[in-house]
Each structure stands twice: as C-alpha cells, then as structure tokens.
C-alpha cells in the first residue's frame, strides 16, 4: 500500500549496511517489489511438503496421543488442510475431543468443512492445470484454477501449452498435433469472449471464458511440461 512506499528502498539500504544477517520472507516470489530485494539476498526457495512426509510425521503423533486414525484417513485430513501441517495438528485436537477414533468418511466429510483456502499464482496454476491431479477434480473445482487470477492464467496457458507432451498424445506426432488443434481451437474461442467481457462489460461471461481458455486447452494438452514456465 501507500503507506509502504520507500520501505523497500530503505530495506536494501539496511543489507548492504548491517553485519547482522537478515531474514526475508515472501510469499509472491514473483512480486515485483521482491524482484528488487532479490538482487540483494540469497534466494532459498523453499516447497511445501508432499502428503507422505507428513504423514509420516504425524502417524507418530497420532500415536503418542492414543488416537484410531489409519493413513489413509490421515491423508485426507492432510490434503483438506493443504498440506498446512500446523491447521492438520490443530484439526486432529479439536477432533481428538469428541472421540479417539475418525473413520475415512468421517474425515472426508470435514475436510470440506475446514478446507482451506489458498490463493494460487499464474506460476504454480500453471504447474498444476497440466498436470494429472487435475484428472481427479470435478468441472467447477478445475474452473476455480482459471479465478485465481483470470487476467492473468489465461496468458499464461496460451503460453506455455506448446511446451506440454500431452498424455493423450501416447508418443505420436499426429496425436499430439491434434490435442494441440484442440488447445488452439478453444484459446482462439476464449479471446472473442474476452473481447466482449472487456469492450462491452459483460463479465457474467467470465466462466464460459474460465472453461475456453484454461479448463479445455489443458485437458487436451495435460501431461509433461518439458521446460520452465514461460511468460
């Protein structure tokens, strides 16, 4: 905000100063104003943890703590918390009070209660819509990808889709071409939609937009990306 404005400046000025060692932490890496600090620090990029390195940590906990949770129920507390391993500790004790025992469905059941709700950037919506766990998520649950920056996701996947081998491609280049037609055809849709949303203010039409430009082109082309996300 305004309010912040110089406190980068003075920031930087602070590094090259001091003897003391510094501390910066981010969550938008991609943040213009981090691109400026960057230059300044080491840049250690950190990822969340996999579902299995969690759950073999908290198995001990649920453990030690007498409760009749199996991995696969585990599991599905883990991805309701994404992978927030402080929200899952805290769901486990708050359910831990009504009972010692939480069956898979019960598990299931609030996980959509408590999901949390993470914003995505271009970047890792990216990274995630060509990839296979998106085969096991509903329509809307695929469309949700596109909102998380609709400005921004669909630039993005109209730029790096030629860079994915698509899985329905099965090694030939005829296959391939074709889920690359397919990814064309459906961007080429979204843009005329686009034009009317901008020009004429129509944004009840932003979902038929989520599905041309980012559900449709990534279905056909999901599968390996072979390089880094371009943009």
Same mark, same amino acid.
């Given at each position: 905000?305004? *309010?912040?404005? #110089?406190?980068?400046? *003075?920031?930087?000025? $602070?590094?090259? !100063? ?9 969550? @938008?890496? !991609? ?24 759950? #073999?940590?908290?198995?001990? %906990? ?12 585990? +599991? ?5 918390? !994404? !992978? ?20 898979? @469905?019960? /598990? ?20 995630? %819509? ?5 085969? =096991?998520? =509903? ?9 998380? +920056?609709? =400005?921004?996701?669909?630039?993005? %996947? ?5 860079? %994915? ?9 005829? /296959?391939? $071409? @074709? ?5 064309? *055809? =459906? ?45």
């Amino acid at each position: 905000g305004n *309010e912040d404005r #110089g406190g980068m400046q *003075e920031l930087v000025g $602070l590094i090259k !100063n001091t003897r003391i060692p510094i501390i910066c932490m981010c969550n @938008d890496r !991609n943040s213009p104003k981090i691109r400026t600090l960057a230059n300044y620090c080491l840049d250690l990029r950190f990822q969340k943890p996999r579902i299995e390195q969690i759950r #073999g940590a908290l198995m001990s %906990v649920v453990f030690k703590e007498g409760l009749d949770i199996k991995p696969p129920t585990l +599991d599905q507390i883990i991805m309701a918390a !994404n !992978n927030d391993i402080r929200q899952v500790l805290h769901h486990l004790y708050i359910w831990s009070i009504r009972g010692k025992s939480l069956t898979y @469905d019960e /598990a299931k059941e609030e996980g959509k209660k408590s999901k949390k709700y993470t914003k995505l950037n271009p970047f890792e919506v990216t990274r995630k %819509v060509f990839s296979s766990e998106m085969d =096991s998520l =509903s329509l809307n649950e695929q469309q949700e990808m596109f909102f998380h +920056d609709y =400005s921004m996701v669909p630039l993005f %996947v109209q730029e790096n889709y030629p860079s %994915v081998t698509p899985n329905a491609g099965r090694g030939s280049i005829s /296959a391939t $071409l @074709d889920c690359l037609s397919q990814a064309a *055809e =459906s961007i080429s849709q979204a843009d005329l939609v686009e034009r009317q949303i901008r020009s004429k203010q129509r944004w009840g039409l932003l979902p038929l937009q989520g599905m041309l430009s980012t559900v449709i082109p990534t279905k056909a082309m999901r599968g390996g990306m072979s390089s880094m996300i371009n943009f």
